[in-house]
């Protein structure tokens, strides 16, 4: 069964950093896009930051402006969300979604075709003073 693994969750004070990883488990990375989610408690998950097969990113929450990169290294077969200046309205649930397809696929929620989106079981990130 294919999945993908985050890790790299915590704790961190306004305006630090954290990086999460996702890494795959049964497959590779290489010709999916990956995307990063969180969910807040309470709130509905919403897209953060997708990077394609090519490894263009693209930025879907505006919350994030600047402050999160995503980035691939293939030959670690790794994804990373590298996230600085956080907020405390970043806490929440992150996952690491993949789909053999593109990122406007993967943000896009539709019951037809999540059976085509690998994801992860999420890493809490906290950030609180």
């Known amino acids: 069964q294919l999945q993908v693994v985050e890790s790299g969750g915590g704790l961190a004070q306004p305006g630090g950093s954290l990086r999460l990883s996702c890494a795959p488990s049964?497959?590779?990375?290489?010709?999916?896009?990956i995307g990063w989610f969180r969910q807040s408690p309470g709130k509905e998950r919403e897209g953060v930051i997708c990077?394609?097969?090519?490894?263009?990113?693209?930025r879907d929450a505006y919350s994030i402006k600047d402050r999160f990169t995503i980035s691939r290294d293939s030959a670690k077969n790794t994804v990373y969300l590298q996230m600085n200046g956080l907020k405390p309205e970043d806490t929440a649930t992150y996952y690491c979604?993949?789909?053999?397809?593109?990122?406007?696929?993967?943000?896009?929620?539709?019951?037809?075709?999540?059976?085509?989106?690998?994801w992860g079981q999420g890493a809490l990130v906290i950030v609180s003073s």
């Open positions: 979604a993949a789909v053999l397809g593109t990122c406007p696929l993967l943000f896009t929620p539709d019951p037809n075709t999540e059976y085509l989106k690998v």
């Open positions: 049964g497959f590779t990375l290489d010709d999916y896009a």
């Open positions: 990077i394609t097969s090519t490894g263009t990113g693209t």
